[in-house]
């Protein structure tokens, strides 16, 4: 392969690796991906996008979860703790999809709701 072509390839695998997730920190909604929201009333923001009715709502590596009939979130999926950002849990308490969620103690919001279901 061309040095000529290499490098391009090589700035495209960088910029779209350099895309805001679901769940990334943020302070600004302009920081997370289209269509979804900076939550800054979490520590160091959280993107997520609101009022999702099924997961194709959402931005890949995220799910819609509902914490009740008129609350949902697109939110960052897990499989574990590891797969979250420092301080946030991979949660599986509601339903079948695994979300990353700060803690009670943490902060109230947005999961204020979801963590009285515990």
């Known amino acids: ?3 000529s072509t290499l490098i ?3 700035f495209a695998v960088l ?3 350099c895309e805001p997730s679901i769940g990334d920190e943020c302070e600004t909604s302009s920081q997370c991906p289209s269509g979804s929201i900076c939550d800054t009333s979490v520590k160091d923001g959280y993107c997520l996008g609101v009022s999702c009715d ?3 709502d959402c931005p890949s590596a995220s799910s819609c979860i ?7 979130y697109c939110l960052a999926d897990c499989q574990s703790d590891g797969d979250c950002r420092d301080g946030y849990r991979c949660r599986s308490d509601l339903g079948e999809k695994r979300f990353c969620w700060l803690p009670p ?5 947005p999961f204020s709701r979801a963590e009285s279901a515990e």
């Open 54 to 56: 099924v997961d194709s």
């Open 8 to 10: 391009p390839m090589l």
């Open 66 to 72: 509902f914490f009740d009939d008129y609350l949902s």
């Open 15 to 17: 910029l779209l690796a």
């Open 1 to 3: 392969m061309r040095i």
């Open 105 to 109: 103690g943490e902060n109230d919001a």
